[in-house]
């Protein structure tokens, strides 16, 4: 097996990802891999590279003289707000995002959540811990309506599994492409309307300039007062001071929050305590080594055979 | 509209509910419609009665020459083995029970719990206690095998929901009828092969003579050590004192058990405490008064009609 020999970078701050990541590349043949975890080493490695896979790379070296054959930047992750607005990053150098990786994870986290809330998990823990025989009915997710803000393939999946537990589904997207997947299908200049019927709206949109807190006072007041409110895309898509003040006041049944503005959300920050707010560390669609390997192994070689890549990011769409 | 005027007596402990299924039949035009939540008022009403709706009837009654005019008693609930087994119930007397009215409820039940485990939820609510930023990677539940004991209707809809998760699939029952909705289906001498390969086993089995103790310490060690048992059926299909001294050697993941040998199960019972247990006050497939009422009216018109009855037992099969 003759590989041409490109010279990839693979960076991570996690040292053990960073030596997976290294051997699963070499296993397949491309044997000029290096691996860092620090400014320094990358800046070592860095002249002569080509390719980079990298997660938390300090891209201020980017537009350095040595990263001038850098050709091609391969994030580990699916959202690339910070990379699509970095100066550093030259213009004419491919940037790639994870896509088609998270559908699976993210969708379960998603129905972890709703089935919880919905069939009252937290009365049933406390029953157990009281040793109290506590026989109520619980409501269905059967009947209820999902909407889903993103019908990408991590949205797609939410559909799909909606569909499986009799669900009414809608959607909104910006290109409408996938608007056959839903019931009812809206378009961002309809977000109003596109809430007030919701059960669930589960935000899986990129972070750009059209989304930043496209969630805000006006949408959540609009929503029904017992709705539910997910976020696994972007923390910036809902403006928190929004939805902080809107669920003080009474509105909205829960919100599930995987994603902040501020990540890690600070220790103290309001959020963590709050009735009905369930917080988790941006950890429901996690860029697993099998997963990110797999991904970046079959763009490689369409790299080489200059074929278009998977996951290229349109940096005017900004995703 | 003329309605024949058979005389109905509902019967359940809870005045509300026995209220609430008065209305609802009446509201369809049947006007002799009795309630009564005591042995006292059961007594009174039976004379002339011909059909009983009930949940916990005092029995005994039946096979009193107050109780000659009954012909068809339709249980509020799915499970039947109390019934079947009562010689106070004559034996030319009908009995039915719900069926097609749990799959919704248990299902959706099973995946909660299912969810919760695979995506450690546990984990995540003590990190939001702790206000602690823990950003693990879960597993998921696609790719696992779930085996379902029973393929009626319950077993049916766990079956559809598993498949939306990308599960295998496979399933144990008496008639086979159902094999194909399955990827390898098991007959009752197969328990063992049929439990060996599972991460997930469901027991949804009716209880009868061939079920009782179905599950024993020799299968649960069959299983793999971090597989887990979920009983939406019957306790007695488990043996209860084989499941807690296999967990206490610490084989099995989790158990998942919403009902018991003795219900309401005791304050202070081994089982509400251990490790990995999870315990429900048998409400998983709740029996509501709008599905039990609509399911009782249509049977009704079928009663009348002089057609099958819907969830007609079997006094043989014992369900």
């Known amino acids: 097996m003759s590989k041409r020999q490109t010279n990839i970078l693979v960076f991570s701050p996690n040292l053990t990802d960073v030596e997976a990541y290294v051997e699963s590349i070499r296993k397949e043949g491309y044997l000029s891999v290096q691996g860092a975890t620090t400014f320094e080493e990358a800046e070592k490695y860095l002249p002569n590279t080509e390719v980079i896979l990298a997660w938390k790379f300090p891209t201020q070296l980017l537009n350095k003289p040595i990263s001038s054959s850098v050709r091609w930047f391969q994030s580990m992750g699916a959202g690339v707000n910070d990379l ?3 100066p550093s990053i030259p213009k004419d150098m491919f ?7 998270f559908g699976t994870y993210i969708s379960e986290y998603v129905f972890s959540f709703l089935l919880d809330i919905v069939k009252d998990g937290p009365r049933m823990r406390q029953a157990q811990l009281k040793q109290s025989w506590d026989s109520f009915t619980s409501d269905t997710l059967k009947g209820k309506t999902i909407g889903i803000a993103g019908l990408g393939s991590i949205g ?15 959607g909104l997207s910006f290109s409408g492409k996938q608007a056959s997947l839903v019931d009812q299908h809206y378009f961002p200049n309809q977000w109003l309307e596109f809430v007030k019927e919701l059960d669930y709206l589960v935000q899986t949109l990129p972070l750009t300039d059209q989304t930043h807190y496209v969630i805000n006072k006006d949408i959540l007041l609009a929503m029904k007062p017992n709705a539910c409110l997910i976020n696994v895309g972007r923390g910036a898509l809902i403006n928190e ?24 959300l600070p220790k103290g920050h309001i959020l963590w305590s709050m009735p009905n707010v369930y917080v988790t560390s941006h950890l429901s669609g996690p860029s697993t080594v099998e997963g990110v390997s797999h991904f970046f192994i079959k763009n490689l070689k369409r790299y080489l055979e200059e074929q278009p890549l998977h996951g290229l ?6 995703y």
């Not at 940037?95 to 990786?101: E, L, P, S, W």
């Not at 990011?313 to 900004?318: A, E, M, P, Q, Y």
Request: proline share 2%; hydrophobic share 45%; charged share 30%.
């Open 313 to 318: 990011v349109d940096r005017k769409l900004g």
């Open 156 to 170: 797609a999946e939410i559909v799909r599994k909606a569909r499986a537990f009799d669900m009414n589904v809608n």
């Open 95 to 101: 940037i790639t995002r994870i896509v088609d990786q």
């Open 241 to 264: 001071d929004h939805l902080i003040s809107v669920m003080q006041s009474g509105h909205l049944q829960a919100a599930i929050l995987d994603v902040f503005e501020k990540e890690p």
């Open 84 to 86: 699509v607005t970095d």
